[in-house]
């Protein structure tokens, strides 16, 4: 056996090849896929399917032979269904294998975004990560889920709350679940925190993502606040984060309110290349983004008492969504021009 | 003196696997198996048949004479087609579970009600909660089985308030799957292509014939627990991932033409239109409240429930196929990479 399969044949989430030593399946403990030994009739793993002579032979060609290998495999996992999701339907093999890849180029070339603050993110247990959002598509919250995901030293997986048109949409509705993302209500939010996961919000809704871009970088109203009450209940400690560029992505001048209505959307946005110039008009522009994560604002000494106070909740509010305005306000004096 | 246990929809698989569990347990004295069908096998020895309909006067006769102390309540039925159309299903589920409480009121020894209920209760949408918990309001599913089911649990939760004497326990279980179950799900991935609804794959918890029949034992026999209980195996299945299991390409059907469809499937597999729903939105129960004040957990998780169950299916796509394809595509890749390595250079 080379020294090669020894290596468990997984990758990390950042992508590099997992360094931990292989099982009889070829996967470390991390990565072997729960509940499939590797039995007599099963042959997948199996480490001696190649040689270190064929290794050695391949030169400069090896990582993209490790990489369709790689994809081979996970076209293999899918094909026979060999694959585990949570309650929530939470699937990180495809994250990792297909949607963060899908939007690791917008997020490191396109937008060129730059994160600041993860230390103020939990390594482990849970928080609760409160957002303003715009930018007619959710893509500000896409990003902040790939930083969390990419750059943090744990490689947390946000699992954001996201509003019912989306688990209604046919192909959206699976991809919302599929990335780890649930329906905005206290009970699946509460059920996410107390199991220690890393919760976002984005509180300003459809009222932030469907603003006209005059009013960019002016934060909506915070909904009814029910976001503080979860965490209160939870004792999760509140990482208001703040995005700045996804105000200019879609530049919305129109809202054709009428036939949103009639397709059943919250708005219906012109942009100056949309619907003029068609699915062409569907590509955002590449402004440069600053995500920052500020200071966590802590819960739990407040008791979930504090639930039953409007004021405490009024206050708690009114501080997040101050500090993220302040925030956004800094950064881009920060950034200069809009495309950097 | 041993325990008294009527059985209601005894013929039925889960009912036959019931009874004969019950008739060979020695805390067991006598098992009264109530349905008008025959079994597909006849019932073990020890276990009395009466054939009767739940509205039939002979049954409130046996409740209230034959010192009945638990009553087990199994017939509420999930296919139109098998119940001889969905008006016959409703009056023989809603009309039958009143008839039999009403005999169980008058049952002086009477001391435990096992009700046999289902997740469907939920009923399956876009804005429900990634999880239910047994206590969580729920909007009434508007039809078929869910429905009756919901009627059902009202009825039972009213003798509850009227026979406090009596532990009423309801279970409500998920979709049943294993090597002998035929109900509309299993038929469903029986089927040579499985329909999906385009864009949509919802997530899915099955319970294992078994776990049913261990439940049900541990609520008859085991320590009284009152209150509703959801049933189902540990984690969830995409139905994607179900049809890949069971080796069956899907066919994904738009929207607007979907119950144009499962009228078509309907005729095979009994296809109701809140099977369309589930098929397109699923659900999923929390099972802590089981776990914790019953003491069940289910042996088999949803992922391995099914798999056994698909095991007897004919796959189209075998495991053994998609290995040997991986790994010859791989060989051809490695060879072809190699010889461009060597020729390059040159």
């Not at chain 1, 730059?114 to 609760?128: I, K, M, Q």
């Not at chain 1, 992505?249 to 110039?277: D, E, K």
């Not at chain 2, 080796?247 to 469809?261: A, D, F, Q, S, T």
């Not at chain 2, 056994?308 to 791989?330: I, K, P, W």
Request: proline content about 8%; aromatic content about 6%.
């Amino acid at each position: 056996m080379s020294p090669a399969t020894e290596r468990c044949r997984a990758r990390t989430k950042k992508g590099e090849r997992c360094r931990n030593p292989a099982g009889p399946d070829g996967r470390c403990a991390v990565h072997r896929r729960p509940g499939r030994a590797a039995g007599p009739e099963r042959e997948r793993g199996a480490p001696a399917a190649h040689t270190p002579r064929a290794e050695a032979d391949l030169g400069p060609l090896a990582p993209l032979v490790d990489w369709a290998e790689e994809a081979l495999e996970f076209l293999g996992r899918r094909l026979l269904g060999e694959y585990e999701v949570d309650e929530f339907g939470h699937d990180p093999d495809l994250v990792e294998h297909v949607l963060a890849p899908l939007l690791r180029p917008l997020y490191r070339r396109w937008w060129r975004v730059e994160t600041r603050g993860l230390e103020h993110v939990p390594a482990s247990g849970p928080a609760l990560v409160v957002g303003n959002h715009a930018g007619t598509l959710p893509f500000d919250a896409l990003m902040v889920a790939l930083a969390l995901l990419d750059e943090h030293p744990a490689h947390r997986s946000l699992r954001m709350l996201a509003a019912d048109l989306a688990f209604d949409l046919p192909v959206v509705a699976p991809l919302a679940r599929k990335s780890g993302n649930t329906l905005a209500c206290a009970e699946d939010a509460t059920r996410l925190l107390e199991a220690g996961e890393l919760v976002g919000v984005w509180p300003e809704g459809y009222k932030g993502l469907g603003k006209p871009y005059r009013e960019r970088y002016q934060l909506q109203r915070f909904g009814r606040g029910g976001f503080v009450e979860v965490a209160l209940r939870t004792g999760a400690p509140i990482v208001p984060v703040a995005v700045v560029g996804s105000e200019e992505i879609y530049p919305m001048v129109a809202n054709l309110r009428r036939l949103a209505r009639l397709l059943g959307f919250p708005y219906f946005p012109v942009t100056p290349t949309f619907p003029l110039l068609g699915p062409l008009g569907a590509i955002p522009l590449p402004s440069k983004w600053l995500i920052e994560f500020c200071p966590p604002i802590e819960t739990a000494h407040l008791g979930p008492e504090a639930t039953l106070d409007p004021m405490v909740l009024f206050d708690l509010t009114d501080q997040v969504r101050d500090t993220i305005q302040r925030t956004v306000h800094q950064n881009l004096l920060r950034r200069g021009g809009v495309f950097g | 003196m041993g325990r008294r246990i009527l059985v209601t929809g005894a013929a039925r698989t889960t009912g036959r696997r019931l009874v004969g569990a019950l008739a060979g347990d020695p805390a067991v004295e006598r098992v009264v198996a109530v349905d008008d069908l025959e079994p597909a096998e006849p019932f073990p020895a020890g276990v009395e048949h009466l054939a009767v309909d739940l509205r039939s006067p002979a049954l409130v006769r046996t409740v209230r004479s034959a010192g009945i102390d638990t009553c087990v309540h199994l017939g509420v039925a999930a296919e139109p087609r098998a119940a001889g159309g969905r008006a016959t299903m409703k009056e023989r589920n809603v009309l039958g579970t009143m008839q039999l409480l009403a005999a169980a009121y008058h049952a002086p020894d009477l001391r435990r009600l096992v009700l046999k209920s289902t997740t469907a209760v939920y009923g399956a949408a876009a804005g429900d909660p990634a999880v239910w918990t047994e206590g969580m309001s729920h909007d009434t599913p508007r039809h078929g089985f869910g429905k009756d089911a919901i009627e059902v649990e009202d009825y039972v939760r009213s003798f509850d308030r009227r026979r406090p004497d009596v532990t009423v326990t309801v279970l409500r279980l998920a979709n049943q799957v294993g090597p002998t179950v035929d109900n509309p799900l299993t038929r469903y991935f029986e089927l040579p292509v499985c329909p999906t609804v385009l864009g949509f794959d919802p997530r899915l918890q099955f319970l294992h014939e078994e776990d049913t029949a261990e439940v049900l034992l541990r609520a008859i026999l085991g320590l009284a627990r009152r209150g509703t209980f959801n049933v189902a195996g540990d984690g969830v299945v995409l139905l994607s991932q179900a049809i890949r299991i069971a080796g069956k390409p899907p066919l994904p059907i738009p929207e607007p033409l979907v119950n144009r469809v499962a009228e078509l499937v309907g005729r095979t597999v009994d296809f109701s239109p809140e099977q369309v729903r589930f098929i397109q939105y699923g659900r999923v129960a929390d099972t802590s409240a089981a776990a914790g004040r019953l003491g069940f957990t289910p042996k088999w998780t949803s992922l391995r429930a099914f798999e056994d169950f698909a095991s007897r299916l004919h796959r189209l796509v075998t495991e053994e196929q998609v290995v040997r394809l991986e790994r010859e595509a791989l060989a051809l890749l490695r060879r072809t990479a190699g010889w461009v390595a060597r020729e390059l250079p040159r």
